[in-house]
């Protein structure tokens, strides 16, 4: 009975995708980049699996590995970046997070410290020029995705759709400042969601939040 055996990597290899997921992880790089540096790495160690096992050279899977997951990688776009940056200095001192998710989301996550006070969907002043700030520049065919969120306090009958108010209140909004209502969803979560105690004010305020997620259509065929 035949028996096949990998051998192991070469000690380039092995450089060259490390080197790949240390840069991936540099702080002064953006996120686009480090997604490509990421991507590449993973295909390249894939590339040469491949290559071998199929009875070609290692180096040359490597390199069309790299490649494709430089691709693969590289899905957070240069508008989605620039987005991202715009966000961070608009709301830069107002308690306001902006991250990417790992499905290549941009999430804005407002507290309830400046977006909504107690048992109430009124859109507080505080919040009104960012979410003006987050309408201005965004392309017409990115998908925006708001989902609202309650505190403890009252019961799900109260805090459900008090929930999708305030996403409502949100899309309402951007609505007005321009952004196509078709392309925009709510949802609202209630208090199941919490990211802080709910036993201090503190952690209820920040439990107390909309959260806006925006990300670009699904490439369709080509």
Same mark, same amino acid.
């Given at each position: 009975?035949?028996?096949?055996?990998?051998?192991?990597a070469?000690?380039?290899?092995?450089?060259?995708?490390?080197?790949?997921?240390?840069?991936?992880?540099?702080?002064n790089?953006?996120?686009?980049? *480090?997604? @490509?540096a990421?991507? =590449? #790495?993973? +295909? %390249?160690? $894939? &590339?040469?699996? !491949? /290559? *071998?096992? @199929?009875?070609?050279? =290692? #180096?040359? +899977? %490597?390199? $069309? &590995?790299?490649? !494709? /997951?430089?691709?693969?990688?590289?899905?957070?776009?240069?508008?989605?970046?620039?987005?991202?940056?715009?966000?961070?200095q608009?709301?830069?001192?107002?308690?306001?997070?902006?991250?990417?998710?790992?499905?290549?989301?941009?999430?804005?996550?407002?507290?309830?410290?400046?977006?909504?006070?107690?048992?109430?969907?009124?859109?507080?002043?505080?919040?009104?020029?960012?979410?003006?700030?987050?309408?201005?520049g965004?392309?017409?065919?990115?998908?925006?995705?708001?989902?609202?969120?309650?505190?403890?306090?009252?019961?799900?009958?109260?805090?459900?759709?008090?929930?999708?108010?305030?996403?409502?209140?949100?899309?309402?909004?951007?609505?007005?400042q321009?952004?196509?209502?078709?392309?925009?969803?709510?949802?609202?979560?209630?208090?199941?969601?919490?990211?802080?105690?709910?036993?201090?004010?503190?952690?209820?305020?920040?439990?107390?939040?909309?959260?806006?997620?925006?990300?670009?259509?699904?490439?369709?065929?080509?």
């Amino acid at each position: 009975m035949n028996k096949t055996f990998l051998r192991p990597a070469s000690p380039a290899l092995v450089a060259t995708v490390a080197a790949a997921l240390l840069l991936g992880g540099c702080a002064n790089m953006s996120e686009r980049q *480090k997604g @490509t540096a990421v991507g =590449a #790495g993973i +295909g %390249a160690g $894939v &590339g040469a699996v !491949i /290559g *071998k096992t @199929t009875g070609g050279k =290692a #180096g040359t +899977g %490597a390199v $069309v &590995g790299g490649a !494709i /997951g430089a691709v693969a990688g590289n899905l957070w776009s240069k508008r989605m970046e620039d987005k991202r940056r715009e966000m961070e200095q608009a709301t830069a001192g107002t308690g306001v997070t902006v991250a990417r998710t790992d499905d290549n989301q941009l999430r804005v996550n407002l507290p309830g410290d400046i977006s909504f006070d107690t048992g109430r969907s009124n859109i507080r002043p505080d919040m009104a020029p960012i979410l003006s700030k987050f309408a201005q520049g965004l392309d017409g065919s990115m998908n925006v995705q708001i989902t609202g969120h309650t505190d403890s306090q009252g019961s799900d009958a109260i805090n459900n759709p008090l929930s999708k108010d305030r996403a409502d209140a949100v899309r309402d909004y951007l609505v007005a400042q321009g952004v196509p209502a078709t392309r925009i969803s709510t949802v609202g979560r209630g208090e199941h969601q919490p990211i802080a105690d709910n036993a201090t004010a503190e952690g209820r305020a920040k439990n107390r939040r909309v959260e806006i997620f925006l990300r670009e259509p699904a490439k369709t065929g080509g």
